[in-house]
Every structure is written in C-alpha cells, then in structure tokens.
C-alpha cells in the first residue's frame, strides 16, 4: 500500500521527532524519578494510547480543521499545559510525605489505571505530536496506492511503536536512577521536586507557545 522509499522517508521523520524530548518524554522523566520504573513505563503506555488516539483523530478527519480552524488547536496546548501543571503541582505538594512513605516501603503508588489515564491524557494533548500529525503525515500519502485513511492510521499505528520503545526506555532509565537513591529520604524529596518542576516548566511552555502563537 505504501512504497518502500516513502515508508523508509516516513521512519526516518517519525524518528526525527521522537528523539527530540519533548513532553511525552520530559513527562516519563519525571514520572520515573518520582515513583519508579513500573510507573514510568505504564505512563509511557498510557502516553502511547492517547498518541494513538490522536493519530486515529487526525486519519478520520482532524487534520484538516486544525489546519484551517487555528484556534482550536490553541485550545488544546491550552489544555495540555494547565494539565501537565496540575501534576507538577501535585507531585510538589506531596513531594515529602511521599518521599517519607517510600523509604519506609508504605507508598502508595498511584493505582495502575490512574497512571495510565495520566499518561493518556497527557499523550491526547500532546502538541508536538498533534503539528506531527496534522502537519507531517500527509505528505506521505499515496491515494494511488489505496485508501489515504487506513494508510494514516498505519502511519499512526508504527510511530506509536516507535515512541512506546524510545520513551519507555528512557522511563527505565530514570526509574532505576530514583531506586539507586530509594534509601535516602532528602535525595527523593530532591529527586520528586525536580520531577514536579519539570512537569510545572514543561507546562509553562507549552502554555506560553500557545499565548504567542
């Protein structure tokens, strides 16, 4: 259905993007010094399910009101950023009796749904994949060579592979960075207040890129 220069072309772009952090994986970052590897890597597959999510969106028919309609695409970096700030500030705020309950191995870490709907929500509202989206994955299409939206969901479909791989391995790396340091309280506050931060810039940004857009 597609040929193999132009899927070749659309890897190589695809992996472009991904290595570039962004907010799915400044997110896993701090996800992963805050709680841990498991955490970390059901965030990134949360992270994965609203990718995919929102490359289905743009393939049935998004794409071209976010190019025509601009506002609306400043809505949801709007969303993406106040969101992304509400867990930075969560993770501040609790950032020492968490800490105090990991040492002492009576955490309570977040139940698995409810980091994967984080991690979701976050990678529906992720702007550098929606411009990604919307912006990069026409250009690959061929409608001689068969229907253009199950060509974009299969687009969508093997760069949320590639990003499910990439991103988790940088959730295991952080994660294992946050066990190494498990037996120090003031080292994991440290480590849950730089995690919040991120979270809290990362969504300042995001914020900010939308004012000025």
Known sequence: ??????????????FAIIIVPGPSVLFTLA?????????AVLSVLGNTIGTFVLSLVIAFGLGPLLARFHPF???LQLAGGCYLMWLGVQAFRHRRSDAEKMTTREAQRPAPLTIVRQGFTVGILNPKSLVFFGAVFPHFVQPQRGNTTVQL???GAVFCVMAFLSDGTWGVIAGTAREWLSGEPRRLIIMRSVGA????????LI?????TA
């Open 197 to 204: 931060f991120v979270m809290l810039g990362l969504g300042l």
């Open 73 to 75: 695409s400043i809505v």
């Open 1 to 14: 259905m597609v040929s193999h220069d132009d899927f070749y072309a659309f890897l190589i772009a695809s």
């Open 153 to 155: 969901v299969i687009f």
């Open 31 to 39: 996800r992963g010094v805050a709680w841990g590897r498991a955490v």
């Open 207 to 211: 914020l900010l890129s939308a004012a």
